[in-house]
């Protein structure tokens, strides 16, 4: 399976540019075509939007439209799936999601999978919840490359997502992904930079799967997108990764079948399984909401 | 038989303002190449040299990110600067070659002062201040350079600045890094070690620094600040091992400048109000 992620870094709100430079990068794909083509979370837009996503966001099937047509343009003569995050907008209700969808060279479309962001973080620095409305399906959803699942930037922050679509069949897990980049008291890299690949690499060898995390990259409003693309085998090792601050083409091409050696070597999915009934069973004995209230107290 | 004993260290309050450099620079740069050339189309930079080590590191920082040709130092002294503030300042233009002016500001500035007698050092340093950004302003417009600020997060969080003057130009490089991690950022860059070393001073006064002005180390400052901001309160970052009347101090100047780390508070009359309903991001 030949996989590229193409880091972009858009130009913030512009974007008939941003699909300009999609279809250059297209282009640059012809010559190997790949089978997955990644782009990150708001890939064509840019992050930190504010009430400017009411301007942007679109439906699912215009957003694939744009897709399929800048594939056609490029020149393209193969098919290729494609995984992107956008901004939706779903008959007024506006989301935070990626979609999943075939691209055909004459530009036509099929929608496969659209996932709405779970975890919206609204702290700090990020105000999600504000603008947009929360995700409520994980699903892990056939492609011609086994099941994958899509978790978009802090869906992924939280482990009982990878946990939840490993068990639910996943063998490929797409995170686009806009990380603001932050922490410099570490040697050599940002924290959160270093705080991506350890959790990524993590859930590879917890789950025997492989990863394609698609990160934005850019300055956006002083904040630097991290960037960071980068493909992750079932053991756990990094394949190859992008830089964090400039667009780039992130190139692997990855034999599925690794992951059953994988797991025949680690087999925590497996135990998982075998376990997951007990553990679901103590957690409907428990009372989590009201020992969320004890601990706030 | 006796076990060894494997003991954690005590915290350190200083950990969170240490800093990689490399990183940083690394990361400042291409802040800086984005939001100029990327973002707005601008290929040059003028700045305030004022000899000290916070505009040293933005004079190196964009030397770095945009050549030094297109970097436009301004040195801006008043009639009491201290002369060997300006000679800093060559310094730093002398070893990255950028290009300089030197434009004093004392007939400018005591033109207005002249019908003020008894002014207080205190308003005629704001008078200084602001005078240098109509001068930066001025010259970006003659230049077609962005101004670049030079203010850091220690004196912004301390409210040690003029407001509407240090804070005014639109792109600031450092003004996220603690004092104590300019300075490490400086000996990274090669910042001539004189102007490293040297207390830090706004030069409005002889023998003024800046750390007798606020009653305390721009290390502990820093580091008190640091745990403040991560919501630690006064008696845990005391438990850290910093001095209570310290953590008094830095706290007492945080909360009463928050506004200078905001724009002027306007009335809102509408649901369209500006940055309060109708909220654009800056590179909209």
Redesign the interface.
């Known amino acids: 399976m030949k996989i590229a992620i193409v880091q972009t870094k858009p130009?913030?709100?512009d974007r008939d540019a941003n699909v300009r430079d999609l279809i250059d990068a297209f282009k640059q794909l012809h010559e190997d075509p790949p089978d997955l083509v990644a782009l990150p979370e708001a890939a064509l837009t840019?992050y930190?939007?504010?009430?400017?996503v009411y301007e942007l966001a679109e439906s699912s099937a215009a957003f694939a439209r744009r897709l399929g047509t800048a594939w056609h343009a490029s020149g393209a003569h193969k098919p290729v799936d494609i995984v992107s995050g956008f901004f939706e907008n779903d008959e007024g209700t506006y989301y935070n999601s990626a979609v999943y969808a075939k691209l055909d060279p004459s530009g036509s479309t099929q929608i496969v999978h659209v996932h709405r962001k779970l975890f919206l973080p609204t702290y700090g620095v990020f105000d999600e919840e504000r603008f947009h409305s929360r995700g409520k399906r994980l699903e892990a959803f056939p492609t011609a490359f086994g099941r994958a699942a899509i978790m978009i930037c802090e869906d992924a922050w939280h482990g009982i997502v990878p946990t939840i679509a490993a068990v639910k069949g996943a063998r490929l897990f797409l995170i686009p992904s806009a990380s603001p980049?932050r922490g410099?008291?570490?040697?050599?890299?940002?924290e959160s930079i270093g705080r991506w690949r350890s959790l990524l690499q993590n859930y590879a060898s917890e789950h025997g799967v492989f990863i394609v995390y698609a990160g934005l990259a850019?300055?956006?409003?002083?904040k630097?997108m991290t960037g960071s693309s980068q493909v992750i085998g079932p053991r756990g090792e990094v394949i190859v990764a992008a830089g964090p601050?400039d667009a780039c083409i992130v190139r692997a091409d990855i034999d599925l079948s690794e992951i059953d050696v994988a797991r025949a070597g680690l087999p925590l999915l497996g135990d998982l399984h075998a376990v997951l009934p007990d553990l679901l069973a103590e957690l409907e004995a428990t009372n989590v909401v009201e020992i969320a209230s004890e601990l706030r107290r | 038989m006796t076990l060894p004993v494997i003991q954690a260290p005590a915290i350190d309050p200083y950990?969170?303002v240490?800093?990689?450099p490399e990183?940083?620079a690394?990361?400042l740069e291409?802040?800086l190449a984005?939001?100029l050339v990327?973002?707005r189309g601008i290929k040059k930079a003028v700045l305030g040299l004022s000899g000290g080590v916070d505009s040293a590191c933005v004079a190196y920082l964009c030397a770095r990110a945009l050549g030094p040709e297109n970097v436009y130092a301004i040195r801006m002294p008043y009639k009491s600067s201290s002369p060997s503030s300006l000679n800093d300042a060559k310094l730093v233009i002398d070893a990255l070659g950028i290009n300089e002016r030197t434009i004093e500001i004392t007939a400018a500035v005591d033109g207005y002062l002249q019908f003020e007698p008894g002014v207080d050092a205190r308003r005629a340093g704001n008078v200084m201040a602001r005078v240098r950004m109509v001068v930066l302003f001025d010259q970006s417009a003659k230049l077609s350079a962005l101004p670049i600020g030079t203010g850091n997060k220690t004196e912004r969080m301390m409210g040690y600045f003029t407001w509407h003057a240090d804070d005014t130009p639109p792109v600031n490089p450092i003004g996220d890094l603690f004092k104590t991690?300019v300075w490490d950022l400086a000996r990274y860059l090669g910042v001539p070690l004189p102007i490293v070393d040297k207390a830090p001073s706004a030069d409005l006064e002889a023998d003024q620094t800046d750390e007798s002005d606020l009653g305390i180390t721009y290390l502990k400052a820093d580091a008190i600040l640091a745990a403040m901001l991560q919501g630690f309160d006064e008696q845990q970052i005391v438990r850290m091992g910093l001095a209570p009347e310290e953590v008094r101090i830095v706290r007492k100047r945080v909360d009463s400048t928050h506004w200078k780390r905001h724009l002027p508070t306007t009335a809102m009359l509408s649901n369209t109000a500006i940055n309060e309903f109708?909220?654009?991001?800056?590179?909209?």
């Open positions: 130009r913030k709100g840019g930190f939007l504010e009430g400017g980049g410099i008291q570490k040697q050599g890299e940002l850019g300055f956006e409003g002083g630097g601050l | 950990a969170s240490k800093s990689d990183v940083t690394r990361w291409a802040f984005d939001e990327r973002r991690q109708y909220l654009r991001p800056v590179d909209y």
